[in-house]
């Protein structure tokens, strides 16, 4: 009744007083996570997209580009990025499942990736790192043949046909991990997206250089092929609690 009242008082200043108390509590928390951020040693970020460079923790500048394995990881083991990686979750489950390997967890809001990062960073997972950009520019930061595996992890599906080439399994992108994986790479997506699984599917067909290695509606209604399934993101369990089947896709991209 309350807030019903409000809305017919065209949001007089009742509204006004709660809306703002939120606003200062949530940019609060933001402006917290965003500083606690910049002092990460597992954070790179990349503030002005018209300039793509690449700070680290106290605003350093890092020439990552082509380096990750010997600036950061300093190792020569193979790295998996995560695209659209939010709270980092498949990131930190495979740093820890995978010791030998390399993960980079890479999102646009530095508010989500600070869960996974601060989380690796606790846990001293040095395998593990977070890349804060936008996913169009990956050519930028690293170099051809950079990248082992690409896992793509409950994205926006962009479902307006106007969007098509937003969808992160579009001929557009594929056109992108092409620059920075290795010939043979592997790209592998989960979604709970009926649509973004069947583009995905034509999108897949329509590529010539592009082997489907593997493909399933339900994962969970058969024996997971990888234990690397078993891990749930934040919104994959919001999908499961409302009894939305998850579907898998794998793929190998040849150059």
Not at 32 to 45: C, G, I
Not at 131 to 147: A, W
Request: a positive charge.
């Amino acid at each position: 009744m309350f807030l019903e009242c409000i809305f017919e008082e065209h949001f007089f200043y009742p509204i006004s007083l709660l809306v703002l108390h939120e606003i200062k509590k949530v940019s609060k928390n933001k402006l917290r996570k965003f500083s606690e951020l910049l002092s990460l040693p597992n954070v790179y970020q990349c503030f002005d997209w018209h300039n793509p460079v690449l700070h680290g923790a106290g605003m350093e500048e890092v020439p990552l580009k082509g380096n990750w394995k010997k600036l950061h990881f300093k190792n020569e083991n193979p790295i998996t990025l995560e695209l659209a990686c939010g709270g980092g979750e498949y990131t930190v489950n495979l740093s820890r499942m995978y010791p030998n390997r390399n993960f980079i967890g890479l999102d646009v809001k530095g508010a989500r990736i600070w869960k996974g990062a601060t989380k690796a960073n606790s846990e001293k997972l040095s395998n593990a790192a977070f890349l804060r950009c936008r996913i169009e520019q990956i050519y930028e930061f690293f170099e051809p043949e950079e990248i082992d595996e690409i896992w793509i992890t409950f994205p926006d599906p962009f479902l307006r046909d106007s969007k098509e080439n937003r969808r992160l399994t579009s001929a557009f992108f594929l056109k992108q991990y092409r620059k920075i994986l290795k010939s043979g790479g592997i790209v592998q997506l989960k979604t709970d997206s009926t649509p973004l699984y069947d583009f995905t599917m034509e999108t897949i067909k329509a590529d010539d250089k592009c082997e489907l290695l593997y493909h399933e509606k339900d994962i969970y209604s058969k024996p997971l092929i990888m234990p690397e399934l078993e891990f749930k993101t934040y919104y994959e369990g919001m999908h499961l609690a409302k009894g939305l089947k998850i579907k898998f896709v794998r793929i190998k991209l040849h150059i």
